[in-house]
């Protein structure tokens, strides 16, 4: 299932990778997401995720972080996207 | 204020702001292990009004702080320096997060202008820590350090509680500021419960033919013991607790039947896979309460009570959630009815067909019967910390306990080397207590060195050593699900733990047969310091029951299949 949330959070150090750290780790894997200055205070993340979990749980999980203020779940669609892949590794380094 | 007489505030560096910060936030004592980084913060300590423990490894000062968080329900306070010292501290961060363990770090910084050139003992403990702790700071402002140590006490001990960490770049420490204090923080507004719920709730509860109640380690977290106890009381609903819900109510309550899951008891798993309502108090389905989680209550209907929103329909989906905390949840549900006689009778019924016995045909020390008998012997109540493994298991089972703070078990995490430190922090916590570290042979070595700790303070703990020349855990599901197996499991070259107590200045005794226990026992608690019992037991004891991993809990297993034991 494909979920899209619109997360309002603050512009404090971290905030931003805490919440997409959580939403990996709670098993959302993460299709697009793009962070902009919000009106007036802090920013908003949108973000698209795939799982078999409820978008409503990651919701949640989400909103107990001490740094996001709002989150907005959009309605879930199912998706058409393929699990992600494994990268070969780079010999570049 | 008349403006010839306001003087302006002093200029004070940033350690200085922070450890005042720390006192007006009652901070009495703080464990930690000094640094380069974090020397500005230690050279601010002499003449505060904190006592520091030196601890003789950074993850003993978290897990003692831990300890002590969870005893006093304020934040145990740790702090390291940077790098190799905050990476030290990572245990016992992961372990507070795990149970709900109000605690704040404090951990060393290269400063500011040599963040990210990998300065020496440079680590992003920032980063590495960003999925253990309910929040985190890095100071940038040397003014911000009174609002920031504010926030982390008000976050690490509101609502669900955990270890708030602050990283103090070495310029802030030494940078100065005008900055004026400010109060602490008000505690977070308490949440309340939706009425409808608690109506829904409550019709439930008087409908159902089979109820049950499963406490856990929210209870005590929340100060509800008491309004548990009435709640239990007033409607007669049987009660089953998690690991660290045990404590919650005596172990001989009519409508008790004991610890439920993977090594629960036989009348608490059947009495949850039997129920047709299961209300569950602060507690958060773990797999090893569980069991197969798709057949875990298969015919129960869920009330879910937690002030974590996030817990309700985590892993099993609620048929009511109350977010709120937890007392005056319990108080506003009143079911119509006292839980139905025949249900409870039929528990009470399997509370006597699966009570434990103390009669197994071992030839030595029977674990069990040593750790029950000390028990009783102190109906005063004792604080028992532990370590990990079968011992664990065995003083979950086997004691006692008022009280569950009593009873401070690394649960979430299971970190053996939890025992040591956080029986030093729990005394420190509550010197009037009888503390007791019980641990296993190998738990014990993982922070062995905090009995320098104990030593150098005077820290009246006592320690029960159980050794069976194994890592005993593992062992027993080697032999029970690997063919017997046996991998990296045998430590019959174990140190004479006497002699290393001795070494450290700590009284020792060891013995090995069944009729030394008493003597030894009433040795142990009349020493009047620190003193270590280290007995001696057979390497191929195991826990039981035992609900296999992937199984219901009701499918237990109660012995060997082919050894009978
Ligand atoms: C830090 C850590 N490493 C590994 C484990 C895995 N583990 C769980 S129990 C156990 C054995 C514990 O041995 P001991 O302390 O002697 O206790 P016993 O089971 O023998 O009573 C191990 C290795 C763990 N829980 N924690
Ligand atoms: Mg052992």
Redesign the interface.
């Known amino acids: 299932m494909n979920h899209t949330l619109h997360i309002q959070l603050s512009s404090c150090?971290?905030a931003v990778?805490?919440a997409l750290?959580?939403i990996e780790?709670r098993g959302f894997s993460l299709n697009s997401c793009s962070v902009s200055e919000a009106d007036g205070n802090g920013r908003v993340m949108k973000v698209s995720v795939t799982s078999t979990r409820?978008g409503d749980?990651l919701k949640?999980?989400l909103?107990?972080?001490?740094?996001v203020f709002y989150v907005e779940l959009k309605p879930a669609v199912i998706s058409k996207l393929q699990p992600p892949g494994i990268r070969p590794i780079s010999r570049r380094i | 204020m008349n403006p010839s007489t306001h003087i302006a505030p002093a200029l004070r560096s940033g350690s200085q702001i922070l450890i005042e910060a720390l006192e007006r936030n009652g901070v009495k004592q703080i464990f930690g292990y000094p640094g380069g980084t974090i020397m500005p913060v230690y050279d601010a300590l002499v003449g505060s009004g904190l006592r520091h423990y030196l601890c003789r490894h950074e993850q003993g000062a978290a897990l003692a702080a831990d300890a002590y968080g969870r005893v006093t329900r304020k934040a145990g306070v740790c702090m390291a320096t940077s790098g190799p010292g905050a990476t030290n501290l990572v245990t016992g961060i992961a372990n507070a997060f795990m149970d709900s363990v109000p605690m704040v770090v404090i951990t060393g910084q290269v400063p500011t202008a040599l963040q990210g050139t990998d300065a020496f003992q440079e680590v992003d403990i920032f980063g590495i820590t960003l999925p253990i702790v309910k929040h985190s700071y890095i100071v940038r402002s040397v003014a911000d350090i009174p609002r920031i140590v504010n926030e982390a006490f008000q976050l690490a001990q509101g609502g669900r509680p955990g270890p708030v960490l602050i990283d103090f770049p070495k310029d802030i420490s030494t940078g100065m500021s005008a900055v004026v204090d400010i109060a602490p923080a008000a505690p977070l507004e308490a949440r309340l419960p939706d009425a409808t719920a608690l109506e829904t709730a409550s019709k439930m509860l008087s409908q159902a033919r089979r109820p049950l109640v499963i406490a856990g380690g929210g209870i005590a977290i929340s100060d509800s013991v008491e309004v548990f106890r009435q709640f239990a009381a007033r409607t007669g609903v049987p009660v089953t607790a998690t690991l660290k819900g045990l404590g919650v109510m005596p172990t001989d309550a009519a409508c008790f039947v004991g610890m439920l899951g993977m090594h629960g008891n036989g009348a608490a798993n059947h009495a949850v896979q039997n129920c047709d309502l299961l209300m569950v108090v602060g507690a958060r389905f773990d797999d090893r309460a569980t069991g197969h989680l798709a057949q875990f209550a298969p015919s129960a209907r869920i009330i879910h009570l937690d002030i974590d929103a996030a817990e309700i329909s985590k892993l099993r989906k609620a048929d009511v959630g109350i977010v709120s905390e937890l007392a005056p949840a319990l108080e506003g549900i009143r079911p119509e009815r006292k839980a139905n006689p025949g249900w409870c009778a039929q528990c009470a019924g399997w509370k006597k067909e699966f009570a434990w016995r103390y009669d197994a045909p071992v030839e030595g020390i029977y674990a069990p019967k040593l750790l029950r008998d000390m028990s009783q012997a102190h109906p005063e109540g004792l604080t028992i910390t532990c370590d990990v493994g079968q011992h664990q298991m065995w003083v979950a089972q086997h004691c006692e306990f008022d009280h569950p703070l009593d009873h401070i078990s690394s649960g979430g995490l299971g970190t053996m080397g939890y025992g040591l430190p956080a029986a030093i922090g729990a005394k420190i916590a509550k010197p009037e207590a009888t503390v007791v570290c019980v641990s296993g042979d190998g738990s014990i070595m993982m922070n062995i060195q905090e009995l320098a700790t104990l030593k150098r303070y005077g820290i009246d703990v006592k320690i029960l050593l159980f050794d069976n020349s194994a890592l005993g855990l593992v062992r027993q599901w080697q032999e029970l699900f690997f063919d017997g197996n046996y991998s990296e499991v045998d430590l019959s070259d174990n140190p004479d733990f006497s002699a290393v107590a001795s070494a450290f200045g700590i009284q020792s005794k060891s013995i090995s047969k069944p009729e030394e226990v008493s003597d030894a026992i009433e040795w142990l608690f009349n020493t009047d310091a620190a003193a270590l019992l280290h007995v001696s037991i057979d390497p191929m004891d195991n826990v039981w029951p035992l609900v296999p991993p992937g199984k219901p809990n009701h499918k237990m297993m109660r012995s060997n299949p082919v050894k009978g034991r």
Do not use: S, V
């Open positions: 150090e971290g990778i805490r750290g959580l780790r409820p749980l949640r999980q909103e107990r972080l001490h740094d």
